[in-house]
């Protein structure tokens, strides 16, 4: 038996996954993101996540997560270009439908995400940003290998502050 065996598979975002986004976009998804946005910032969203997969300039990329051997589509993760502390890395996020959450789906797709940015041979670092108050995305950045660098304000979305926590993985140290 392959107990490396990874329980997901990321599969590039595309125009019929709106239907996903809108259920990752419930109230106790977005509880530290500033709450549910508007269907018309979801579609405005949608629309960047379906560009930037079909983008092949190491822009990023966003994915649906499929949960194995189930074959359903049970959140969305991805990287993209980002400006930190005057230097060019990638910044990753994540969200897992509820009834899927505490069965490993994050930490593996966190990682199947890591090794598709250490892939594209870009930039040196991964960030995530999880606010200090979301215990199950900080223990993600943890089982993943991030390493915590400290805590952060931010504006997200602009308007509303949020204190998170700066993880960071080396992508040319594996």
């Known amino acids: 038996m392959d107990t490396h065996a ?31 946005e508007s269907e018309e910032a979801l ?7 379906v560009r930037l997969s079909a983008d092949r300039t190491s822009a990023g990329l966003m994915f649906r997560i499929v949960l194995l051997p189930e074959e359903v589509a049970v959140g969305g993760i991805g990287f993209w270009k980002q400006t930190w502390d005057g230097e060019p890395v990638y910044e990753t996020g994540w969200t897992v439908l509820p009834g899927f959450q505490g069965r490993g789906v994050a930490s593996a797709a966190t990682r199947a995400v890591a090794a598709l940015a250490r892939a594209e041979r870009t930039y040196r670092f991964l960030h995530a940003f999880p606010s200090t ?17 400290g805590e952060r304000e931010f504006e997200y979305p602009p308007g509303h502050p949020l204190r998170c926590n700066d993880w960071r993985l080396d992508l040319e140290g594996l």
């Open 6 to 36: 990874s329980p997901v598979r990321l599969e590039p975002w595309s125009e019929g996954d709106f239907g996903l986004l809108r259920a990752m976009n419930a109230p106790e998804l977005m509880e530290h993101l500033g709450g549910p």
């Open 43 to 49: 579609a405005k969203r949608h629309e960047r996540y």
């Open 133 to 149: 108050e979301n215990g199950a995305s900080n223990a993600v950045c943890r089982k993943a290998g991030f390493e915590l660098l």
